[in-house]
């Protein structure tokens, strides 16, 4: 190195340097916070309206409506998130949740604007890690098109947290006449995914200690806006819309068949599975229906916009395994039926609980 | 593997699930089938299989299937369950389970439940993962809960081999081991279910083959087809089985010679007979069957949790009196026959074990909708 040291725009690294680990002071609202957020929160997720660094930011709603025209709505939400292990293939927390709170937007065909997150770390945390996870929050920002303008940081004991807890909330806007909701599905409506099940979970448990097994698989967590965004601009009679996180397909379809009051069959035979998770599900004795997905969503269509919205999926690269899986039906209100290969059918019931291996 | 090769290449499942070869087979079942037969399918996972697929609506109708006694989960004694919670209750033990175990209800609580009070409860897939658990927690002790058929016995037996290789003083194992003939010498014995065909267990063959069961097919007259797990397997055994009835047959056959030879696998019996002896066992539900369990020898007598924590043994418990999984284990009752099933009784709040186990077949009826007034029933039947 030559020449004279450029000091513009250079902050001290030395306060983050000289702790590798979160410590309970990081929380204390003293300086050590301040030089947390400074120097690893804001280069990462910094924008005009967090800059503000006030108790509350101040948006300016009317004018997120007005852009989006005349009957515009807003859409609310909130999730928290809670993964172990933190870093799993294809992804971390900070991704997820993000992604994670941005789908529960597009849920309800709302275009996702605005974030805010509250990160509850645990004493002992790898700096590393924290900066990880901020750095992945941004790109997956980026990639969704959303700012984080509020933000929160706590530090709870050690042993008292799971490393990292993200805790986020999402604002967005409904474009003029688009009504998708849990309640309107109808009989006759065609029954969409837009991929493969259970990569998530499966990903995640293939890290999960006492169950590691090895496995390409990796998550697939992603934000399903644009594929919901695509997907309106084809049909404006989409009924209703669930992103297939914990409980898995057989969660949503049955979350959808009581809130609508109809009933589902599907066939099983054309539910798209990895064969990597079919595979890991066999071992395990899960039921890829019931695991997770991150980056997922089923979709409730009328029958004569069904093949539109099924090419508009596919051409997107979040939906090019989408596919037709079954119908809404008049009977059996409330219950989801599948068509087995062989020609049987079974109800599909919502998950007991806790998933757990089967002993052999 | 890549290519053409790849397009080739068995996958050992997807082949045994097809659809159109199992309504070939089944077709050839209705075709076979003259009189009413009673046919048992031995293992918890074949109950699931069936009732998953729907292969039970596919049967001709004068013959039935009844499930047997093959959920290790749901035969463990309420007693042994009890006594593996308040081992996993004390603050100085690690417990270490196969997962579905932990949702069983013992008379009190489950092992979820202790867990969440602060026990240290955990969920592992290989028996051998617990040694490691135990190395690396030198301070603590590590109580394996060793349950199950012929199926898990090698490796459950070989962790304990391995702890004794290894020097390890923190593990011992709660044995609940069980064993198949003696259950069905018992079945037969009592002359309740009146079964007339048995389709066994493919897995407890691959360790133990089929020879045991020749005995038993001749002196009760019953055909025995060792049959795998998948819709194509299930159909092939049912329609094995069926045959030799119609001709008057009782043979052993085998439906499953992908995975299963007469002296099954000799390494893992040895590894059996090393470390555990006959006894007899309490089942849950049906009660005491001579000679049909697996204790450790007094050779191991040192890896015994109720030998390490003579406490638990005076552990004595006693079932709901509502529950009939014990008929339901035998053949005797269907699920759905029970005045508590989906009512007092579900997965959420199970009164007994065979509504717990992903394998239990009270569980199998829950999941799959085979409620006696469901929607879905009254469709099968119309």
Request: with cysteine; glycine share 10%.
């Amino acid at each position: 190195m030559s020449g004279k040291p450029r000091l513009e725009g250079w902050t001290c690294p030395a306060p983050l340097r000289n702790y590798p680990t979160i410590v309970l002071g990081h929380g204390s609202g003293g300086l050590m916070m301040a030089d947390l957020i400074r120097h690893l929160f804001a280069p990462a997720l910094g924008n005009e309206l967090l800059d503000q660094m006030a108790d509350s930011t101040v948006i300016d709603a009317s004018s997120m409506l007005q852009a989006a025209g005349e009957g515009a709505r807003l859409a609310f939400t909130t999730d928290s998130f809670v993964v172990s292990p933190i870093v799993f293939p294809g992804g971390d927390i900070g991704e997820l949740a993000v992604n994670g709170t941005v789908n529960d937007l597009a849920m309800s065909g709302a275009e996702p604007l605005l974030l805010s997150a509250a990160f509850i770390l645990e004493e002992g945390l790898p700096m590393e890690t924290l900066a990880r996870i901020a750095e992945s929050v941004r790109r997956a920002c980026e990639a969704a098109g959303v700012k984080v303008v509020a933000g929160d940081t706590k530090v709870v004991n050690r042993g008292h947290g799971d490393g990292v807890y993200i805790s986020m909330a999402g604002l967005g806007v409904i474009p003029p006449a688009v009504r998708i909701a849990p309640g309107l599905g109808r009989p006759g409506d065609a029954v969409l995914v837009s991929g493969t099940m259970g990569d998530h979970g499966m990903a995640v448990l293939s890290r999960r200690e006492g169950l590691a097994f090895e496995t390409t698989l990796e998550s697939d967590t992603a934000p399903l806006a644009g594929l919901v965004k695509a997907m309106i601009a084809t049909s404006r009679d989409i009924h209703c819309l669930r992103d297939l996180t914990r409980g898995g397909l057989a969660a949503a379809l049955n979350e959808l068949a009581a809130a609508s009051k109809v009933g589902v069959e599907f066939y099983e035979a054309r539910v798209p599975v990895r064969p990597a998770v079919r595979a890991a599900c066999e071992m395990l004795g899960f039921d890829p229906l019931y695991v997770a997905n991150e980056g997922k969503l089923v979709c409730f269509v009328p029958e004569g916009e069904a093949k539109a919205v099924l090419i508009a999926m596919r051409a997107h690269p979040l939906g090019r395994e989408a596919a037709r899986i079954g119908t809404v039906v008049a009977d059996h209100p409330e219950r989801v039926v599948a068509r087995t290969a062989i020609g049987g059918s079974r109800l599909v019931d919502l998950p007991a609980g806790e998933l757990l291996p089967r002993i052999c | 593997m890549t290519g053409r090769d790849a397009g080739k290449a068995m996958k050992y499942l997807d082949e045994f699930r097809d659809g159109k070869l199992t309504r070939r087979l089944l077709d050839e079942v209705r075709k076979t089938v003259t009189r009413p037969w009673k046919l048992m399918e031995i293992c918890g996972g074949q109950t699931h299989s069936i009732l998953r697929s729907g292969l039970d609506q596919l049967l001709p109708e004068n013959l039935e299937l009844v499930h047997g006694p093959g959920c290790p989960v749901c035969v463990t004694p309420l007693e042994l369950i009890d006594k593996a919670i308040a081992l996993a209750a004390r603050p100085e033990v690690i417990f270490a389970s196969y997962g579905d175990m932990l949702r069983v209800p013992g008379s009190g609580r489950d092992l979820f439940s202790v867990r969440a009070a602060g026990g240290d409860v955990r969920v592992v897939y290989s028996p051998l993962d617990t040694l490691k658990i135990a190395h690396e927690n030198p301070k603590k002790q590590v109580v394996f809960f060793a349950i199950g058929f012929e199926t898990t016995a090698p490796a459950n037996a070989m962790a304990v081999i391995q702890a004794e290789r290894q020097g390890l003083r923190n593990f011992s194992v709660l044995v609940s081991h069980v064993t198949v003939p003696p259950a069905i010498s018992a079945i037969l014995e009592s002359g309740q279910a009146g079964v007339n065909g048995f389709l066994a267990a493919g897995h407890v063959c691959t360790v133990m083959g089929y020879w045991e069961y020749e005995p038993l097919a001749g002196r009760y007259g019953v055909p025995v087809v060792v049959t795998g797990f998948e819709p194509v397997d299930i159909a092939r055994g049912v329609l094995m089985c069926v045959r030799q009835l119609e001709q008057g047959k009782a043979e052993v056959e085998n439906a499953y010679a992908r995975s299963v030879c007469r002296e099954g696998n000799k390494p893992a019996q040895a590894v059996i007979r090393r470390v555990f002896e006959p006894c007899d066992r309490a089942w849950r539900g049906i009660g005491v069957i001579p000679g049909s369990g697996y204790r450790l020898r007094e050779a191991y007598a040192a890896f015994d949790a109720e030998t390490r924590f003579p406490d638990v043994r005076g552990i004595l418990t006693q079932e709901s009196p509502v529950c009939i999984s014990g008929l339901v284990l035998q053949g005797l009752k269907k699920p759905s026959e029970c005045p508590a099933f989906g009512a007092l009784c579900t997965p959420q709040a199970p009164l007994g074990a065979t509504m717990v186990s992903s394998e239990g077949a009270c569980a199998a009826y829950f999941r799959y909708g085979r409620h006696a007034d469901s929607p879905m029933a009254r469709e099968v039947r119309a």
